[in-house]
């Protein structure tokens, strides 16, 4: 497993970054489904893809305008996308979305009095990886 150095990991959606991720992960699958069928005239076999779903889930330290932060971040909230495992700078790994939306969202207090807002996004449109540039 690699270890990450330099800036901190972040997330920018609809225009606005969050810094001070906990945690995060993101998640690419594709599906395809097999259709058989047997008639008269044989069998039939068909390939049908059933699309993809991509997910990105973070934990976000809340501070400060913690309400501010909750509020843009609702369930159903749309915007665009862009994560960064260490710091949005030049040749380091950059995840995109040309379109997002906020899947879940909850807010916990740990045992240490820390505020957290895990929050989960599905990513539509075009989804990319990348070099920050």
């Known amino acids: 497993m690699a270890k990450f150095k330099g800036d901190k ?3 920018t959606f ?3 970054v ?3 991720l906990t945690n995060w992960s993101y998640s690419g699958t594709a599906s395809q489904n097999r259709i058989r069928c047997s008639g008269s005239s044989g069998a039939v076999e068909h390939d049908v ?3 993809t779903e991509d997910t990105f889930t973070a934990d976000h330290l809340l501070e400060g305008a913690s309400a501010t932060v ?3 971040l609702l ?3 749309t915007g665009t996308f862009e994560a ?3 710091g949005d700078s030049t040749g380091v790994a950059e995840l995109t979305a040309t379109s997002a939306r906020v899947t879940s969202m909850s807010i916990t207090n740990t045992p240490d009095s820390l505020t957290i807002l895990s929050v989960t996004f599905g990513l539509t449109g075009t989804v990319a990886i990348g070099a920050a540039t």
């Open 9 to 11: 990991a972040s997330f």
């Open 14 to 16: 609809g225009g606005t």
């Open 18 to 20: 969050y810094e001070c």
């Open 49 to 51: 893809d059933s699309g």
């Open 70 to 72: 909750a509020a843009a």
């Open 75 to 77: 369930r159903n909230t």
């Open 84 to 86: 960064h495992a260490e």
